[in-house]
């Protein structure tokens, strides 16, 4: 059976009202930064992602972003799974 993945194209200019909260995931999700920056919480790291850049958070680590401006950025997230499952931790 062959590897499945989700690909939604995320247009990330929704950071600017809504933040995603904390939460996890019992699969890797990469982030892929077109444009933009953005404050990328893992774990207990902050990391500060600009286009050109990728970001891989593991398994099971709790993580949230936001956008720094000054335009909206944009990602595509790959969810590595077929389905998302989301724990919400805030």
């Not at 995320?10 to 909260?21: D, F, G, I, V």
């Not at 982030?31 to 286009?51: M, N």
């Amino acid at each position: 059976m062959a590897p499945t993945a989700l690909l939604p194209d995320l247009q990330l200019s929704a950071w600017r009202r809504r933040r995603p909260r904390l939460h996890t995931h019992p699969y890797a999700e990469i982030f892929i930064i077109r444009q933009g920056t953005g404050l990328f919480t893992v774990g207990d790291q902050e990391i500060e992602a600009s286009a050109g850049q990728i970001l891989i958070v593991p398994p099971n680590t709790p993580h949230k972003f936001t956008n720094l401006g000054p335009g909206p950025p944009e990602t595509t997230d790959i969810h590595e799974n077929g389905s998302f499952i989301t724990e919400w931790l805030e």
